[in-house]
């Protein structure tokens, strides 16, 4: 009975999440329009996520022969994604991992893999990448979303001066993070950034989507009261890199090209 209602509670907290994660969600759709001009037909496809997987319905409709793994750290989140989104188990498979640096995968196995927002949840990004392109196969392309550092800069005029961002340590800037995708062996990196400007009724708003998202840790005071209509930002990070093709992985500041598109000098 108590582990009936702890399930049902944990189960209405999602249903909560889903509710109000409307900027997951329009990030979600965004980095799946960017996925959709790229030319790749892969088999195997993994969603890696915290939280909800929202973007593995359209996956499967994007790629409707692909073999698809909803891989996350909560596999009641995965139960929930399954039901709400109504995705249908025979297109895809579950799996839990016990840590991001461990997945629950052969190496060399999987064609695309997507993480929408999963980045600023790491604490280390080399590990995780590194265990990215373990798993990615030659030509498998890694595409994600993440958060850059000027994610809601505005807040401290809204909110108490003792606040925090709980992930505002991990909020890495493009240009960092495309370096770290090249040290580890990713080639072919794109990045690309954009602010989302996103307007708040009250200030109550505000902090419950970013509190139920986990984002905001508040002290036990008094917020500022009023009701005028407010506004954040997010620094929104999309890219995408390559698991080279029989070429050695190179290191920070190396670059390779394939020899045809070598162009030779015209003769004089």
């Known amino acids: ?16 999440l889903d509710k109000r994660a409307i900027v997951f969600q329009e990030i979600n759709q965004r980095l799946l329009e960017r996925l959709g001009i790229i030319k790749i037909q892969p088999k195997t496809i993994v969603n890696l996520f915290s ?5 593995s319905r359209e996956l499967a ?9 909803l891989m996350g750290d909560d596999e009641l989140a995965i139960k929930y994604a399954q039901k709400s989104q109504k995705l249908a188990s025979s297109k895809l498979q579950t799996l839990v991992y016990p840590t991001l640096t461990e997945l629950p995968l052969a190496k060399a196995s999987v064609d695309l893999l997507v993480a929408n927002l999963l980045l600023p949840w790491s604490t280390d990004l080399k590990p995780l990448l590194a265990e990215i392109r ?28 003792n606040f925090s961002i709980t992930i505002k340590d991990n909020l890495l800037d493009m240009h960092v993070i495309g370096d770290l995708l090249m040290q580890e062996g990713l080639s072919e990196p794109v990045m690309e950034m954009e602010m989302l400007q996103v307007n708040y009724r009250k200030l109550s708003g505000l902090v419950d989507e970013l509190s139920c998202l986990n984002l905001l840790s508040l002290p036990k005071t008094t917020l500022n009261s009023s009701n005028a209509q407010i506004a954040v930002s997010f620094e929104v990070i999309y890219g995408h ?17 394939a020899v045809d598109m070598i162009k030779r000098p015209k003769p004089a």
């Open 1 to 16: 009975m108590f582990l009936s209602r702890l399930i049902d509670r944990q189960m209405a907290k999602y249903k909560s």
């Open 51 to 55: 939280g909800i997987p929202y973007v």
């Open 61 to 69: 409709g994007l790629y409707p022969n692909a073999d698809i793994f």
């Open 134 to 161: 373990r798993l990615l196969k030659p030509g498998g392309l890694f595409i994600f979303s993440s958060l850059g550092p000027d994610t809601l800069k505005e807040l401290t005029t809204y909110l108490p001066a």
């Open 241 to 257: 890199a390559w698991q080279p093709t029989g070429i050695k992985a190179g290191t920070l500041g190396e670059s390779y090209i």
